[in-house]
């Protein structure tokens, strides 16, 4: 019963480097999300995935992009880090809109 | 505009000393408030969701309370080890589909 797993935990980027963080659950659920949380700033939403094959954008979008190809995964890329981008970024899963999400144990990405 | 606020921002008690932390929100239209228990390095943890004014749901030393303005989460007798942020959650439309907007949470500090 591993829930919500995120690889990597930690990632140090030189600016303007890619990278593509994995999240992957196991609880069958059809909504994923990704979160960054910064200090003094809570919990943003970045993108989020109503199902398998579907993306939108949530409140941060700009300078990532996400995929959807199978239900259990939902990827988060950077094309070109910026150091604005350093921050911990939280995937989340949830069986509906209205149900509480299932939160991985985050990825602290530093970029330099 | 959706906001969600906490006070205070940190809070220490003694341990069995009872207290509430506060989230007060403006959103159209409330579909759910949820809270969730985030300690450090870690995700946040689901602990309760109210749909309605009046509503009320309890797990061991926490309490949760829902009126149309405000939720309250009242910590009673608390030990160590409830010491964590707390974050309280608001759905919202964003772009319309329904998204969790976060507080900026409490961080409580249970003293032995």
């Known amino acids: 019963n591993a829930g919500v797993t995120q690889t990597p935990k930690f990632r140090v980027l030189k600016t303007g480097q890619s990278m593509t963080l994995l999240c992957a659950q196991d609880?069958?659920?059809?909504?994923m999300y990704w979160y960054r949380q910064d200090p003094g700033m809570g919990l943003r939403l970045i993108h989020y995935?109503?199902?398998?094959?579907?993306?939108a954008k949530g409140e941060v979008p700009d300078g990532y992009n996400v995929s959807r190809l199978k239900k259990q995964n939902f990827l988060l890329g950077l094309e070109s880090a910026a150091p604005s981008q350093t921050s911990v970024y939280f995937c989340?899963?949830?069986?509906?809109?209205?149900?509480?999400?299932?939160f991985g144990s985050g990825t602290r990405l530093t970029v330099v | 505009e959706d906001q969600v606020t906490q006070s205070p921002e940190a809070l220490r008690l003694q341990e069995g000393e009872s207290s509430s932390l506060n989230c007060s929100y403006t959103?159209?239209?409330?579909?759910?408030l949820f809270w969730y228990r985030q300690d450090p390095g870690k995700g946040p943890e689901f602990l309760f969701t109210?749909?309605?004014a009046g509503e009320e749901k309890e797990k061991e030393r926490l309490k949760a309370t829902l009126t149309k303005k405000e939720s309250f989460l009242h910590i009673t007798a608390p030990k160590p080890e409830d010491s964590a942020t707390y974050l309280c959650?608001?759905?919202?439309?964003?772009?319309?589909?329904?998204?969790?907007?976060f507080g900026q949470g409490t961080r409580l500090t249970i003293n032995p």
């Open positions: 995935s109503v199902g398998e094959g579907t993306t």
């Open positions: 959103v159209s239209g409330l579909r759910g």
């Open positions: 989340a899963s949830s069986y509906s809109n209205f149900y509480g999400y299932t």
């Open positions: 609880m069958n659920h059809e909504y």
């Open positions: 109210l749909y309605s």
């Open positions: 959650a608001v759905q919202a439309e964003i772009q319309g589909a329904q998204k969790l907007v």
